[in-house]
């Protein structure tokens, strides 16, 4: 997993903090922090402005699914004032119902969106594996060499 700020935002953290990350490293030349534990990962002191807002990538790219939990705490002055929890999951990109395995509803849906472009009404993103705009039988085959067996 690697986690994606802005370069301002990651340029402040880094500064402060030295890029220290547990379960995770940080790399100042492609501002990305990529998380290495599979169980937890904590990046710490992010130097924020009073009302500022900030957005972060979570790159969950895996060829497994993977249940995730994302806490953001905020502190002013050490002091814990607030802070949200996050949950998802993600799954294969060929589980295209991402119900935990690659089968013949996925092939269905795929099939059923085949030769569709965007804007047409059975155009279908999550088939359209390599995002090249149209349903094609590339992305079909790819998903049938994922075939769960």
Same mark, same amino acid.
């Given at each position: ?15 402060? !903090? ?93 099939? !059923? ?22 349903? !094609? ?13």
């Amino acid at each position: 997993m690697v986690l994606r700020l802005s370069a301002d935002l990651f340029d402040r953290w880094y500064a402060a !903090t030295g890029g220290e990350v547990l379960g995770g490293l940080a790399d100042p030349a492609t501002r990305a922090i990529t998380l290495t534990d599979p169980i937890s990962a904590t990046v710490r002191g992010l130097p924020m402005y009073a009302e500022e807002q900030a957005a972060a990538t979570l790159d969950l790219s895996a060829s497994q699914a993977a249940s995730f939990t994302i806490e953001v705490t905020e502190f002013i002055n050490g002091s814990a004032v607030g802070g949200s929890l996050y949950t998802g999951h993600t799954c294969r990109a060929e589980d295209l119902d991402c119900n935990g395995r690659v089968d013949v509803l996925d092939l269905q849906r795929a099939a !059923t969106a085949w030769n569709n472009r965007v804007g047409d009404p059975n155009y279908d993103l999550w088939a359209d594996l390599d995002q090249d705009g149209i349903v !094609t039988m590339v992305d079909i085959m790819r998903v049938a060499g994922a075939w769960d067996a």
